[in-house]
């Protein structure tokens, strides 16, 4: 539940990103205060780097390290005298 949730919010990023940069691209070219379209399209891009990092390397690692828990745990005996 967890990882599609995650999942479809970085995919919301990501989309969002891209509307924004193609925003501030438009906007670049016409007569306006451009002082900050350079920092807010930077910011942008870091965002969407990181989004992108975390979906396609951080959130599959989670995966991977979730199934070799969940298969020790199930091979573990407990050490617990209560249960």
């Given amino acids: 539940m967890v ?4 999942t ?4 919301i990023g990501l989309f969002c990103g891209a509307i924004l940069l193609l925003l501030y691209g438009r906007r ?3 007569p306006c205060d451009t002082t900050l379209h350079r920092p807010a399209m930077l910011l942008t891009a870091v965002m969407m780097g ?3 990092y975390s979906q396609f390397s951080v ?3 989670i995966g991977t390290l979730r199934l070799k828990a969940g298969a020790a ?3 573990r005996v407990s050490t617990n005298p209560h249960g």
């Fill in 3 to 6: 990882r599609d949730s995650l």
């Fill in 8 to 11: 479809h919010l970085h995919d």
């Fill in 50 to 52: 990181l989004t992108a």
């Fill in 28 to 30: 670049a070219y016409y």
């Fill in 59 to 61: 959130i599959p690692r």
């Fill in 73 to 75: 745990i199930a091979t």
